[in-house]
């Protein structure tokens, strides 16, 4: 289990609101970001269901990483307690997903109800 700074387990711990994390490069943003997901969809009183979640990130690559290391970190709980009551459908969390895409993604939306 990683060892998180005091500033690092506030943002894994806040609730009541969105979190934006922001820091310089490889000082554990990811990890952080895998930790609170893992914490908030596997909670014992109101996890939330992973469908819930918006989590955006820069570029394509760093949306496919964050992927590949949550499903990594929920197989890793999976292997040690098989039993347990984790959500199975987060394989479908969006890959590519940019603030670019998210943008144009919300637009289209937007402009579909409008021509309906």
């Known amino acids: 289990m990683a060892v998180f700074t005091d500033a690092q387990t506030d943002a894994i711990n806040a609730q009541g609101g969105s979190v934006l994390v922001s820091a310089a ?10 930790e609170r997901i893992i914490r908030m969809i596997t909670r014992r009183e109101n996890p939330i269901d992973v469908d819930r979640l918006l989590i955006v990130t820069f570029t394509r ?13 929920i197989n890793s709980l999976l ?6 009551s984790l959500p199975v459908s987060y ?5 590519h997903e940019t603030r670019h895409d998210l943008v144009c993604r919300l637009l289209l939306e937007k402009k579909k109800k409008k021509n309906k």
């Open 91 to 95: 394989t479908h969390l969006r890959a």
């Open 25 to 34: 490069a490889g000082s554990g943003k990811t990890t952080v970001l895998i």
């Open 79 to 84: 292997e040690n307690d098989p039993y347990n």
């Open 61 to 73: 690559a760093a949306a496919s990483e964050m992927k590949e290391r949550l499903a990594k970190a």
